[in-house]
């Protein structure tokens, strides 16, 4: 009997695959189409776990698909623009084209001995010219639909790398690499026209009916729909033109309690006075220095200038509130101004109190007790939409009013004394896509003295980026962006006038590359950005899978991109929202081990490195309870080494296996022991079914009706993501098959059909098994087990025997059998007549279905 190989086994059957071509997707138009995608990685170098855990997923879903009868497509390629490539280029000298090359030529060679069923012939990557092309052509067609435009905005600039950073590329106000202190600049920059569609995008987030609840909700509050009152104080002592500020509130019904107006640094008012004010300038420009995010501005420490400038509040024109700037009021959210209510809002009161200003309750708490005021140094009183108040300051609605009916009722008294009006806003902003970076997709625009900002001719796309100077390397350890100082690419020819002109130096934001790759993945040798007749077919996405942490922006700028492609002419109208179901997986993590240097420092270990809690000196580790897998905490499972070790298959099942899907799963070396031990199991049990020739018995008909209740069981984990679920009745099932009595005709049924069970986990020890069991052609091309639903109906039950409470055996019986024909069975079953020594009982409690209880 031979031993199970798994390298030897895996190597075959995806060589098999491979020359059959099982999984190029073609259009068939006599086949249902499924499209299962999962988000795709970035090159870094290296695959991890949470890597096989996510494609293995996806794999499942594919492959049980391709079973079905589906016409599958399952595709892969690589995000791969960005900044790490660059700081890779910076650190070592190098190219980031040479080094992404090189790291998804070595994370391919990780990922194919996974065997995944991933159609490898519309592989690409974003970086490739041939794709970023049809990205630029995408650009210069939104530009055309009025969908992108250009303005001045404010952005993160870090003054020693010269470039503009990404919100989380700055950490505690400084930029991620260089350390630096990062300011708020104001540079023109290209915007995509999202905030145009943010009603659209809502309202639909209610039709997407197969995704997360969480992930719909936190869509829902980024874009965040909000009814407010737009009105205007009035100022005093202002310079000219400036006579109005501006203001937008959610909390009109707490105008009552107003004692300040804070504008933004970079509000008109502040930057006119800061022209001949050095304070105000002085104060305006240390603001810059902090984020560009409410969550930056909220951490950081509140500062208020008092500008001298008084403003007449709307309900009284005799009351009059100081104009602060404040450093934690963005020019992009609302207007730019605000006016401060201290009673009613924490961060409001910890301002008033700094800079010494009144405090005033519109409202409080219907039930007091326990209750301080805000004036009597209590926190800012901030009731529940639901949450029933005292109104202190009423106007003219009814003193029991709360929550959105009171905002309603004081947009309405303003509108009706000439205050304001009622408007709906949005959370969301235009998407700024403008990257002072070399490694990201030119945007193919020039600028022309003569003619202004110059869309390229298509003709003339790709808009490739340059990978030298002149036959010299373009040298990344000068700070900036290498596309300004390279004269070569960057001076050119205007497609307008024939004129010099200068190509745009701003690359795109690498958001841009994953909100359409979807879509390419359809026809990715078009010519075009997609092939219309290979979208209709494709589209949409049956099944996405990928990470929570790409719930918002990822999968928002998707749904916009789906729609502007659809505007432009680049997909049909079924797909403007790309995604029919998704499903956010959990993380796979892993314990820690540390010991700590000479200064008590932390110093980490790999997992190898560890065993029995020990270091191979024999040093004790300090184990921190399972952590997500992290390079720098080094708690990380190589992939490669599971597989040499146990094999691609043993790693899928115990990802699957181990957890629901949408949690994490930690990684455990006994764990994945474990999981071999059970696959080795498998193939012991179908060799020696294969080699064996009993005849049938009586226990092949039980045997047939478990096979079919593991179809049903199965089948129902695996539709419905339960894939942990499915695999515990695998075990079962396996532990079935071992202990059966049957003839081997009934038992190579089982075997097979356990082959087809555990393919889409375990597909190369599934062919295997399959081949040997004598099934015909490849298990995958097989078509899927259906359970006879004839066969999952009970035809007997299992009684357990009780006597006098104790339980002596058990009886099979049929399932309709009288009461009294049960108790002649209980009574001449031999573990009764022992326990009884001739004796008449004194009763029989017969439970149908349940038990039997003999009372002596």
């Known amino acids: 009997m031979s031993r199970y190989t798994a390298a030897e086994i895996e190597a075959k059957w995806q060589e098999a695959w491979d020359k059959a071509g099982t999984f190029t997707a073609t259009h068939t138009a006599d086949k249902p189409k499924y499209y299962v995608l999962e ?418 001719k298509a003709e003339n796309l790709p808009i490739e980026l340059p990978y030298d100077e002149g036959g010299t390397p373009i040298d990344f350890s000068v700070p900036g962006n290498p596309l300004d100082r390279h004269p070569t690419w960057r001076d050119c020819t205007c497609p307008t006038c024939g004129g010099a002109a200068q190509r745009e130096t701003d690359t795109m934001d690498t958001f841009v590359d994953s909100s359409w790759y979807f879509a390419r993945f359809t026809a990715p040798r078009a010519e075009a950005p997609t092939d219309l007749t290979e979208a209709e077919y494709w589209m949409n996405v049956d099944q996405y899978i990928g990470g929570i942490e790409h719930a918002i922006l990822h999968l928002l700028y998707s749904r916009f991109f789906a729609r502007a492609m659809h505007k432009t002419g680049h997909l049909p109208a079924k797909a403007i929202e790309p995604f029919d179901a998704l499903f956010t997986q959990g993380m796979v993590t892993h314990e820690i081990y540390q010991t700590r240097d000479e200064n008590g420092r932390p110093v980490y270990h790999l997992p190898e490195e560890v065993t029995d809690g020990k270091l191979s000196d024999g040093t004790e580790v300090e184990i921190i309870p399972s952590a997500k897998m992290s390079k720098s905490k080094k708690n990380v499972v190589d992939p490669v080494n599971i597989i040499s070790a146990f094999g691609a298959d043993t790693a899928r099942w115990f990802v699957l296996s181990d957890s629901p899907p949408e949690r994490d799963v930690e990684w455990t070396a006994a764990g994945a022991e474990a999981a071999h031990k059970h696959l080795a199991r498998v193939h012991r049990i179908a060799s020696e079914i294969a080699a064996s020739d009993d005849p049938a018995t009586a226990e092949d008909e039980a045997l047939l009706r478990e096979t079919h209740k593991a179809i049903f069981d199965v089948t129902s984990g695996v539709a419905s993501f339960g894939f942990n679920a499915a695999i515990a009745r695998l075990y079962a099932f396996t532990n079935t098959l071992a202990k059966a009595e049957a003839g081997t005709e009934a038992k190579r049924f089982a075997a097979r059909t356990l082959a087809q069970l555990m393919a889409p986990m375990t597909p190369h020890l599934a062919e295997e098994l399959w081949s040997l069991l004598g099934g015909e052609g490849l298990v995958i091309d097989a078509p899927w087990p259906k359970a006879d639903e004839a066969m999952l109906v009970e035809d007997t039950v299992t009684l357990p025997i009780q006597v006098n409470g104790k339980r002596r055996g058990e009886l099979d019986v049929p399932k309709d059998m009288a009461k009294d024909e049960i108790e002649k069975l209980v009574l001449a079953h031999e573990a009764v007549q022992r326990t009884l020594e001739g004796a008449a009982p004194k009763k029989i409690i017969v439970v149908p279905g349940r038990i039997v209880n003999v009372v002596v």
């Open 39 to 456: 988000m795709f990685p970035y090159p870094s170098g290296r695959i991890h776990m949470g890597h096989v855990r996510n494609y293995t997923m996806g794999d499942v879903i594919a492959r049980y698909k391709q079973s079905t009868g589906h016409n599958v497509l399952h595709p892969m390629g690589w995000d791969a623009f960005g900044m790490p490539a660059e700081n890779a280029a910076m650190a070592s000298g190098g190219h980031p084209k040479d080094w992404t090359y090189s790291n998804i030529a070595d994370m391919r060679a990780q990922m194919k001995p996974l065997g995944l069923s991933i159609d490898w012939s519309r592989e690409f990557a974003t970086c490739d010219p041939e794709y970023y092309g049809q990205q630029q052509r995408l650009f210069l067609d939104m530009l055309e639909a009025g969908l992108v435009y250009r303005k001045n905005a404010v952005v993160n600039w870090d003054p020693v790398d010269m470039t503009v950073l990404a919100n989380e590329q700055v950490i505690d106000g400084k930029g991620w690499r260089s350390g630096a202190e990062v300011e708020r600049r104001e540079l023109t920059q290209w915007f995509f026209r999202i905030s145009d569609m943010a009603e659209e995008l809502l309202e639909a987030i209610d039709g997407l009916d197969n995704w997360p609840a969480k992930v719909k909700l936190m869509q829902a509050n980024w874009i965040g729909k909000s009814r407010g009152l737009q009105f205007a104080f009035s100022t005093v002592d202002a310079p000219e033109g400036h006579d109005r500020i501006e203001v937008y509130t959610t909390r009109p019904d707490t105008l009552g309690g107003a004692s300040f107006v804070g504008i933004s640094p970079d509000h008109p008012l502040a930057k006119h006075l800061e022209r001949d004010n050095p304070e105000i300038a002085a104060f305006n420009a240390e603001c810059r220095k902090g984020g560009t995010t409410e969550e930056a501005l909220e951490k950081a420490e509140k500062r208020g200038f008092d500008t001298g400038i008084r403003v007449r509040h709307p309900f009284d024109t005799s009351w009059e509130l100081p104009v602060y700037i404040a450093n934690f009021i963005l020019m992009d959210y609302g207007t730019g101004a605000i006016f401060g209510c201290p009673a009613h809002d924490q961060r409001d009161l910890d301002f008033a109190r700094k800079y010494e200003l009144p405090v005033v309750s519109t409202f409080e708490p219907a039930a007091k007790d326990g209750y301080t005021a805000p004036e009597a140094g209590g926190e800012a009183f901030v009731p529940q939409k639901s949450e029933t108040v005292r109104w202190l300051k009423p106007y003219n609605w009814d003193e029991n009013t709360t929550g959105e009916a009171a905002i309603d009722a004081a947009i309405a008294f303003c509108e009706e004394n000439g205050v304001g009006h009622g408007v709906t806003k949005f959370r969301l902003r235009d998407w700024g896509l403008s990257r002072q970076r070399y490694w990201g997709c030119p945007i193919p625009v020039v600028h022309c003295d003569q003619c202004g900002v110059v869309p390229e």
